[in-house]
Protein backbone atom coordinates (compact mmCIF):
# COMPACT_ATOMS: atom_id res chain seq x y z
CA UNK A 1 0.00 0.00 0.00
CA UNK A 2 1.04 3.80 -0.84
CA UNK A 3 1.96 6.40 2.04
CA UNK A 4 -0.21 9.07 1.87
CA UNK A 5 2.57 11.26 0.88
CA UNK A 6 2.95 9.01 -2.08
CA UNK A 7 -0.38 9.35 -3.30
CA UNK A 8 -0.47 13.32 -2.73
CA UNK A 9 2.77 13.48 -5.11
CA UNK A 10 1.06 11.64 -7.80
CA UNK A 11 -2.23 13.28 -7.63
CA UNK A 12 -0.83 16.46 -7.95
CA UNK A 13 2.09 14.94 -10.89
CA UNK A 14 -1.24 13.82 -12.65
CA UNK A 15 -2.48 17.37 -12.30
CA UNK A 16 0.56 19.18 -13.65
CA UNK A 17 -0.03 16.25 -16.95
CA UNK A 18 -3.96 17.66 -17.42
CA UNK A 19 -2.32 21.28 -17.54
CA UNK A 20 0.51 20.40 -19.96
CA UNK A 21 -2.45 18.58 -22.73
CA UNK A 22 -4.81 21.89 -21.81
CA UNK A 23 -2.04 23.70 -23.02
CA UNK A 24 -1.22 21.86 -25.95
CA UNK A 25 -5.49 21.37 -27.23
CA UNK A 26 -6.22 25.55 -28.37
CA UNK A 27 -10.06 25.82 -27.66
CA UNK A 28 -11.87 26.28 -31.14
CA UNK A 29 -12.92 29.71 -32.36
CA UNK A 30 -16.28 30.33 -33.85
CA UNK A 31 -16.13 33.70 -35.96
CA UNK A 32 -19.45 34.85 -37.96
CA UNK A 33 -19.13 35.66 -41.83
CA UNK A 34 -21.13 37.67 -43.83
CA UNK A 35 -20.90 38.03 -47.84
CA UNK A 36 -19.81 41.43 -48.80
CA UNK A 37 -22.82 43.17 -50.97
CA UNK A 38 -23.76 46.93 -52.06
CA UNK A 39 -27.28 46.01 -51.54
CA UNK A 40 -28.94 42.78 -50.75
CA UNK A 41 -30.13 42.32 -54.49
CA UNK A 42 -26.75 42.49 -55.98
CA UNK A 43 -24.68 39.65 -56.86
CA UNK A 44 -21.86 38.88 -54.41
CA UNK A 45 -18.02 40.41 -55.19
CA UNK A 46 -14.36 39.61 -54.72
CA UNK A 47 -12.15 41.39 -53.67
CA UNK A 48 -9.02 43.07 -55.37
CA UNK A 49 -5.91 41.16 -53.77
CA UNK A 50 -3.24 42.89 -52.48
CA UNK A 51 0.01 42.25 -49.93
CA UNK A 52 -1.22 41.28 -47.39
CA UNK A 53 -3.05 37.82 -48.93
CA UNK A 54 -2.23 34.16 -48.11
CA UNK A 55 -3.39 31.54 -51.22
CA UNK A 56 -4.40 28.36 -50.21
CA UNK A 57 -5.48 26.10 -53.20
CA UNK A 58 -7.80 23.09 -53.16
CA UNK A 59 -9.74 24.09 -49.90
CA UNK A 60 -13.69 23.33 -50.03
CA UNK A 61 -15.04 26.60 -48.38
CA UNK A 62 -15.72 25.18 -45.28
CA UNK A 63 -12.12 24.59 -44.80
CA UNK A 64 -11.34 28.16 -46.23
CA UNK A 65 -13.64 29.89 -43.30
CA UNK A 66 -11.88 27.57 -40.32
CA UNK A 67 -8.48 28.45 -41.32
CA UNK A 68 -9.59 31.98 -41.34
CA UNK A 69 -11.50 31.44 -37.91
CA UNK A 70 -8.17 30.06 -36.84
CA UNK A 71 -5.70 32.95 -37.89
CA UNK A 72 -6.70 36.10 -35.40
CA UNK A 73 -5.09 38.52 -37.94
CA UNK A 74 -7.59 37.21 -40.85
CA UNK A 75 -9.86 39.80 -41.89
CA UNK A 76 -11.83 38.31 -44.74
CA UNK A 77 -11.44 35.67 -47.35
CA UNK A 78 -12.32 35.10 -51.07
CA UNK A 79 -13.72 31.95 -52.02
CA UNK A 80 -13.28 31.07 -55.96
CA UNK A 81 -14.81 28.14 -57.22
CA UNK A 82 -14.37 25.97 -59.91
CA UNK A 83 -10.86 26.25 -58.59
CA UNK A 84 -11.26 25.74 -54.72
CA UNK A 85 -9.00 28.94 -54.31
CA UNK A 86 -8.82 30.71 -50.91
CA UNK A 87 -7.90 34.01 -50.27
CA UNK A 88 -6.89 35.03 -46.68
CA UNK A 89 -7.12 38.63 -45.78
CA UNK A 90 -4.92 40.17 -43.04
CA UNK A 91 -5.82 43.51 -44.03
CA UNK A 92 -9.27 45.14 -45.14
CA UNK A 93 -10.04 45.07 -48.77
CA UNK A 94 -9.66 48.39 -50.68
CA UNK A 95 -11.63 47.78 -54.09
CA UNK A 96 -14.22 45.23 -54.73
CA UNK A 97 -14.93 43.88 -58.27
CA UNK A 98 -17.44 41.56 -59.78
CA UNK A 99 -15.91 38.42 -60.81
CA UNK A 100 -17.39 35.46 -61.66
CA UNK A 101 -17.34 32.36 -59.22
CA UNK A 102 -15.78 34.72 -56.94
CA UNK A 103 -17.52 35.79 -53.58
CA UNK A 104 -15.65 37.57 -51.07
CA UNK A 105 -16.33 36.54 -47.13
CA UNK A 106 -15.73 39.51 -44.26
CA UNK A 107 -15.12 38.75 -40.87
CA UNK A 108 -18.72 39.98 -38.75
CA UNK A 109 -17.82 43.13 -37.09
CA UNK A 110 -19.15 41.61 -33.42
CA UNK A 111 -16.28 39.10 -33.98
CA UNK A 112 -13.37 41.00 -34.60
Known sequence: MRSPDELIYLFLFL???LELV???CPAARMV???KVRPTTKTPEFCAVTNAGVKQRNDKKLK???GECADNF??????YK???FLCELFNTQFST???TAG???YEVSPDDH
Open 81 to 83: EPE
Open 15 to 17: LQL
Open 32 to 34: DFI
Open 22 to 24: QLQ
Open 102 to 104: CTY
Open 96 to 98: LTL
Open 63 to 65: ECS
Open 73 to 78: DCVGFN
